[in-house]
């Protein structure tokens, strides 16, 4: 498919990770941050609030004008330990106590997606869940870590692809959805809107 003949495609995040994925996966989004006021969005379970998220922001970014006739996703990570869900931690104090509770522990990280095509406007969605097992660092390790900032700016206070990751023993499910997007997700969702993902691959360069 050609360049003049490939959909616009809109990322609804500022996340670094989740561009990175897109990008690495042979797509080439444009980002457009939705300004959705996440702690007004409640929802019963982790799940549930992760997949209202995404929809919220996928949303607000699908109802503007200048991103009329592209496809648009939104997604929203958090991590469900004991039925809780928690995002990014507040402070260093908070994402201290976070990796003390979580340490030697295994919490579920859910991702929501949602999927808006403007042309038509119809919209899929779903949530892809993955387990993290976490290993025991010392308190030591987790000051280190923690006054490094990157906790901070990631839901559950932890990465995949960051200074965490000697701190996650094993994951079960997509590794891509902890780090923030499920390509196969996508995939799938992106075929119920009947676009294949292969037709938005940007042109390989060189």
């Not at 994925?21 to 941050?33: F, K, M, T, W």
């Not at 869900?85 to 976070?98: H, M, S, V, W, Y």
């Not at 097992?133 to 923690?146: H, K, N, Q, S």
């Amino acid at each position: 498919m050609t360049a003049q003949r490939r959909r616009r495609l809109v990322l609804a995040s500022q996340s670094p990770a989740r561009l990175g994925l897109l990008r690495q996966a042979g797509l080439a989004p444009e980002v457009l941050v939705s300004g959705v006021d996440e702690d007004a969005v409640t929802a019963p379970t982790p799940a549930d609030l992760a997949l209202a998220l995404a929809e919220a922001k996928a949303s607000v970014v699908a109802a503007k004008p200048e991103v009329h006739g592209a496809l648009v996703i939104g997604c929203d990570s958090v991590l469900d330990l004991d039925g809780q869900a928690l995002g990014k931690p507040a402070d260093a104090e908070e994402a201290t106590a976070r990796w003390k509770a979580m340490r030697g522990r295994a919490g579920t990280l859910q991702t929501g997606h949602c999927v808006w095509d403007t042309a038509s406007g119809r919209h899929v969605s779903a949530t892809a869940s993955t387990v993290v097992r976490f290993g025991e660092p010392t308190d030591e390790e987790i000051a280190a870590y923690v006054a490094s900032g990157e906790p901070l700016y990631v839901a559950g206070a932890f990465t995949l692809d960051g200074r965490s990751a000697p701190f996650i023993d094993g994951i079960e499910g997509d590794h891509g959805n902890v780090i923030g997007l499920s390509l196969p997700l996508l995939r799938r969702l992106l075929a119920e809107l009947g676009t294949g993902i292969t037709e938005l691959w940007a042109p390989v360069e060189g």
